[in-house]
């Protein structure tokens, strides 16, 4: 039997300050779901899917064409997805620049003949699965994040829950 091949997306990684505020807001919500690991907190800018070993090298110069924006993403809004059951903190109004990014990483990516998600991109870092209501309407301290790398990430889904490998990291 081969191996399935690799689901890969493309993500920012918080830097330790943001992780620990991050992880501080999950303590004080506290809320009746399942909460995501630190280490595993990110923010997801495109979703790939299984994609072809050999093309990771591909996938790799194509991320180092890009440079991330100097704009902060601002994280102040608490949401829910219901279908997933996830709740998240994500940006009230994402930045235009990040937007432009996204879009323009994902115009790239399809050219290059990769399949990409094509929802509408929430920017957000999902803090619980398996929240079964939306979170109370509190106010929540924003967090300031200016990432620094764009990082390739693989997923691997274990009984333990997924397991986040960085590939690669171009600042």
Same mark, same amino acid.
């Not at 779901?33 to 495109?46: D, K, N, Q, S, Y």
């Not at 072809?52 to 924006?69: E, G, K």
């Not at 790239?108 to 929802?119: H, K, M, Q, S, T």
């Given at each position: 039997?081969?191996?399935?091949? %690799?689901?890969?997306?493309?993500?920012?990684?918080?830097?330790?300050?943001?992780?620990?505020?991050?992880?501080?807001?999950?303590?004080?919500?506290?809320?009746?779901?399942?909460?995501?690991?630190?280490?595993?907190?990110?923010?997801?800018?495109?979703?790939?899917?299984?994609?072809?070993? *050999?093309?990771?090298?591909?996938?790799?110069?194509?991320?180092?064409?890009?440079?991330?924006?100097?704009?902060?993403?601002?994280?102040?809004?608490?949401?829910?997805?219901?279908?997933?059951?996830?709740?998240?903190?994500?940006?009230?109004?994402?930045?235009?620049?990040?937007?432009?990014?996204?879009?323009?990483?994902?115009?790239?990516?399809?050219? *290059?003949?990769?399949?990409?998600?094509?929802?509408?991109?929430?920017?957000?870092?999902?803090?619980?699965?398996?929240?079964?209501?939306?979170?109370?309407?509190?106010?929540?301290? *924003?967090?300031?994040?200016?990432?620094?790398?764009?990082?390739?990430?693989?997923?691997?889904?274990?009984?333990?829950? %997924?397991?986040?490998?960085?590939?690669?990291?171009?600042?």
């Amino acid at each position: 039997m081969s191996q399935a091949e %690799p689901r890969l997306f493309f993500a920012l990684w918080p830097g330790p300050a943001e992780r620990a505020r991050l992880v501080e807001l999950q303590t004080r919500l506290a809320a009746p779901g399942r909460r995501i690991a630190a280490e595993r907190l990110h923010l997801t800018l495109v979703f790939l899917g299984e994609v072809d070993r *050999a093309r990771l090298d591909t996938l790799a110069s194509l991320a180092a064409r890009f440079c991330l924006p100097t704009e902060a993403l601002v994280l102040d809004r608490l949401g829910w997805f219901k279908q997933a059951g996830s709740g998240w903190l994500g940006c009230n109004q994402a930045p235009a620049v990040w937007t432009g990014l996204v879009r323009t990483l994902s115009e790239r990516l399809i050219e *290059a003949g990769f399949r990409v998600d094509g929802r509408d991109w929430v920017p957000h870092v999902t803090l619980y699965r398996n929240l079964r209501k939306a979170f109370d309407m509190i106010t929540v301290e *924003a967090v300031h994040w200016t990432p620094e790398a764009l990082c390739l990430v693989r997923s691997e889904r274990l009984q333990s829950g %997924p397991k986040y490998t960085v590939l690669g990291r171009w600042p």
